[in-house]
DNA sequence: CAGAAAATGATTGACGTCTATCAGATTCGC
DNA sequence: GCGAATCTGATAGACGTCAATCATTTTCTG
């Protein structure tokens, strides 16, 4: 009743045990005969290798990378924190992680990192999607080599991608469209867009979706889009101009990043009649705009469960399994009651013994 | 380079392989001054035992069981479906993970199945907390026999409980409450409070979390509370009794289960004018409902994700070490639009090879 | 049918740890 | 300082797999 070994399956193939390994490893010279009666035996038997003797044999690491934006954007900080803190927990599961910063929104600073790694140093990377064809060409090179490539937060359509993890960003901008009718329930309103660039997909997206949300409800119009270029700056003067010319409006959604402007400009303001003010990412800013009751809800890609999710994936495509189906990542809805606990800064990574 | 192993370790502190075992393993027999010596050589080279080769050795398997509620409610039926799945994917890590169902809310059976429990079958015990007294006995029996004992869903005050996975209900009381103040952005508005009984504790907390925030609103009236007892047919009795009574009903907080009952006294109203409607969980009719436009937002307390947390922290446990910190679950707030993929029917388990 | 090529079996030493045994060394009580 | 108790070292065989070698058998080729 025990499971059973690649000596049990050996035996009951009828052949060697050094037949059965050729057969499982594919290392050739094996007649078509003894490899389907060993098949054979691996089904009947319900064999698994088993993984955790097999690493400590052949002394096997993986060796993960992430290549992610640099910058102090709280959210890139977020998904680089989160590759740090797993970086110690999966230690002991033979799991090398690292990490490299590259230029965000840079395409020729990807496509020079990628282009830089030796296949014979990494089993899988993982980066943020840019579709640019450089960046295409060396993801279908590393696949080539035989280095799993995924991306993860934006996706991007190269051929030898074997996955990608992350939030529908049209289906966050309905998530937040969504909720912009919910407090529009019973009453007209106007609301303003505010992106960070058209160039950036995800922004794109997220405004799709909340044009499509906001299009069903007659009593709700949206104002032109603005463009912030993710600058508090902009973000402050943009929402001051707009408050001015409008003083109407209702409801503000930020789908980039910069937001710490617009909560200066909404400081500013009367608490009881300020706009519904939805954001996305919960980094300390907004979260502590939440906590203050300056903004209404902030819709969260969860980094750290990506970046988790990520790495499951990797270590199943190292593995040469089937990628794990799984839910995907959905965008998750913060209010202020909802919040996770704080994690107490430094806690992170140091279990002792 | 290379990770030390004990025998590094032995060389450095200058005794045998033998001795830095016996310390390792507090096998006793051992002088306090090579002790010492043995145990500054671990923190010097940064030694950390290989688990997966030391489960090898000792042919460990990790024996994990969980004590569920029987019954056809959705949401224990998605709990139970969430063991399940994990067991499958648990096994190639040596992790035997068993489900035994006792009757939901009988602290007897709880109590009855907890002492039945075979000490030396079992590395640790989850279940869904009831406070009772021979409940307690028992978990702290348990620990006593060197059983981890840990609570789920709802938690119980056991001295031996080593930790609990659920969410805060309260904060996912507050979570609806301050939804439905959104849904009332300027207007006033009164909401009826359905939940199951108030013996369960998670159903109380819940009311107190959206009494707490609706008090603030002054607009915001809440009707008397009504059990309805998690039954179909109470609850679309007690809905349709309170539209009946009261005209001007603009929101409905189920807190407890039982909702196809409400689901179906919803239905009959206009969709343009019927209430707002939060339920908790994330089941197939609740799905269906928030799909199809009859209700605005489900609470939903990830039943799969507690389960997975539950094995991390089990896991931990078993291997002795301090339990991971994690954020905790939070309760995660479902609108139309940011639904998780629908698994695939039968998809979970058998991956191949 | 001989010779070459291909397939198979048998075996061995890792990997890092556990568990056990046994002989030898050190310390202790008295 | 003698026997007993305690401590220490050395070693060996597992666990399930990998990777390699070598001898042998089978099959193919012409």
Redesign the interface.
């Known amino acids: 009743m025990r499971k059973p070994t690649l000596q049990d399956v050996a035996q009951a193939a009828g052949v060697s045990y050094a037949t059965a390994d050729r057969v499982l490893n594919a290392r050739g010279n094996v007649s078509a005969r003894a490899e389907a009666r060993v098949r054979d035996a691996i089904d009947r038997l319900g064999y ?1 290798r ?4 097999a ?2 044999s052949r002394r096997r690491v993986y060796r993960f990378l992430f290549l992610l934006p640099s910058g102090d954007h709280s959210f890139f900080r977020s998904l680089r924190e989160a590759v740090l803190a797993e970086k110690a ?1 999966r ?4 799991v090398a992680v690292s990490l490299r910063e590259v230029r965000a929104f840079d395409s020729g600073a990807l496509a020079e990192a990628l282009s830089s790694l030796d296949p014979d140093q990494c089993d899988c990377v993982a980066f943020v999607g840019l579709d640019s064809p450089a960046v295409l060409e060396q993801a279908a090179r590393l696949d080539k080599a035989g280095v799993r490539v995924l991306t993860v937060v934006s996706d991007a359509p190269a051929p030898g991608r074997a996955a990608y993890v992350g939030i529908d960003n049209t ?2 901008g ?2 937040a ?3 912009m009718a ?6 007209a309103g106007l609301i303003l867009p505010l992106i960070g660039t058209r160039a950036a997909k995800d922004h794109v997206d997220r405004l799709e ?1 909340v044009t499509q ?1 906001l299009a069903d409800s007659a009593r709700i119009a949206l104002l032109p889009v603005v463009e912030a270029l993710d600058s508090p700056d902009r973000m402050r003067d943009a929402v001051g101009q707009a408050l001015a010319d409008a003083p109407g409006l209702t409801g503000i959604y930020s789908m980039g990043a910069g937001n710490r402007g617009l909560f200066q400009a909404i400081e500013a303001l009367d608490p009881d009649t300020r706009p ?1 003010v939805i954001v996305h990412e919960l980094v300390p800013h907004s979260r502590a705009a939440l906590e203050a009751g300056l903004i ?2 902030v819709i969260d890609q969860k980094p750290a469960e990506e970046i988790a999710a990520a790495l499951d994936i990797m270590r199943a495509l190292a593995d ?3 990628v ?2 799984g ?2 990542i ?4 913060y ?7 704080q ?2 800064p430094g ?1 992170e990574g140091d ?3």
């Open positions: 698994r088993d993984v955790h003797a690493n400590l927990g230690a002991p599961d033979r289906g966050a309905r998530t469209g969504r909720l919910l407090g529009h329930t019973g009453r979706g949300v519904l209404d809800a040469g399994l089937p794990p189906p839910p995907g959905t965008p998750t809805i209010v202020k009651d909802n919040l996770p606990a994690p107490a806690t279990p002792r013994k």
